[in-house]
């Protein structure tokens, strides 16, 4: 007799609406044929009732069954007729195919601020609305500029945005470079997307760092790439760990955010820029710089990117324009090799056949206006307020049980919590106060870190939000004991 197989990732309730869809495809339960109650169909099973009522309400849903008060449930005779025809099983369908879903940390934080809006959110890693250039936007939007045809664009991204980021690449982050070598994408994740899908294969070994905001994404995983961490620690990773890893995995490629990195807020220090680079250039090894964080330096004078010290032609240096300017511009870019650059406009052209082109020329009129370089001193001056309000309330509300390092820049503040604490339990407790932040183990790190990002929320949310999540802490550990 058949029984559902509990060491399975698939819920009980599921298998059991499975089993029986197809005990019903198979013509074992004829249309209009009636089905077990769900008591006798739970003790049968072994499962509790509810989990049957759980799977007959899957099975309706479907159309495959039919409950009427006094009559029982049946198999429906309007679906199945007398030929049976089948809807598909999207769960199935859903369940399978090689791109995962995020994290359970990631789902449950998008759900519950999609739930309560009013949520003090240090969780979403994007500016919020009351530091975002959205007058200056706004002022450049509504100019007289739509006036070629919108047609699909070059697969490398708009024209005049790729001379405008030869110049902002040259002006900001000391990278020379040509509009040839430069690819539009969709933000950064598409152009890590990209280099994971077109220049990786299903079994390579890529190094990143520990922790990271890498570990956090499952493309990798989902392109078969296996992950080997670089442990970072006050001056950014160490360039000999990762010589190791290439003689222990033959790792094919190292993938670094070296500036006010995600989550920690580290910086690699200048001198392990260089003997990372000459690391890599030994062993021939690429680089992925992903630069999202560098302008937000507090004082203004952000560290060189690696790619403006790379005379060896090693590294893929990738920015964008949400952490500095707009998330939903969905603007980002990549510099490469020529012949790289061509390979992924490739592969992108027949993903969605380029972006569009209104954002590019919005983001390339922000790059070239008088009204850039003004917003970016706003910017680095707010968000380095925010910090500050959120540092003071950390050490108000919670004192010695939290340690953290004050970051230079960037939007984010890695804090660890000194007693031990379930972080599940301490994440509920917190949306349920009506404050949100990231654990710690989604970049892959021990469940005694949180991420709080401080760019988000409003000034006048920070110090009552870290109140919400003091009292959320004390409330489990409290519980306890």
Known sequence: MWQPDRLSKQPLYQQIADHLERRISFGEFPPSSLLPSERKLAEKLGVNRSTIVLAYAELRSL?????HSGSGTRVSKHKWGLTPRHTPNWHRYVEGGHFLPNLPFLRRIREALEQNRSLIDFASGELGADISP???INQLMSQDYYTEYLGYDNPQGFLPLRKSLVT???TYRNIPTTESSI???SGSQQSLYL???CLLAPGDAVAIEDPSYYYSLPMFQSAGIRLFRLPVDRQGINPEDVRTLYKKHRIKMVFINPNHQNPSGVVLSPERQVELLNVSSELGLPIVEDDPFSLTTYNGIPTPPLKSIDTFGSVLYIGSMSKIAASGLRVGWMVAPRSVIERLADARQQMDYGLSVVPQRVAAQFLN???FEPHLERLRMRIQSKRDLLVTSLRKELGDMVSFDIPEGGLHLWCRIKPEVNESRLLEECIRRGVIYVPGSVYGSDSDYVRFTFARAREED???GIAKFAD??????????
């Open 195 to 197: 280099i994971t899908q």
């Open 63 to 67: 159309g495959v069954i039919e409950s």
């Open 168 to 170: 902002y690449l040259d």
């Open 462 to 464: 920070i110090v009552p």
């Open 472 to 481: 959320a802490l004390n409330t489990v550990l409290n519980d306890k004991i």
């Open 183 to 185: 690819l539009i994408t």
């Open 369 to 371: 206006s008088p009204l």
């Open 134 to 136: 959205v007058a200056e």
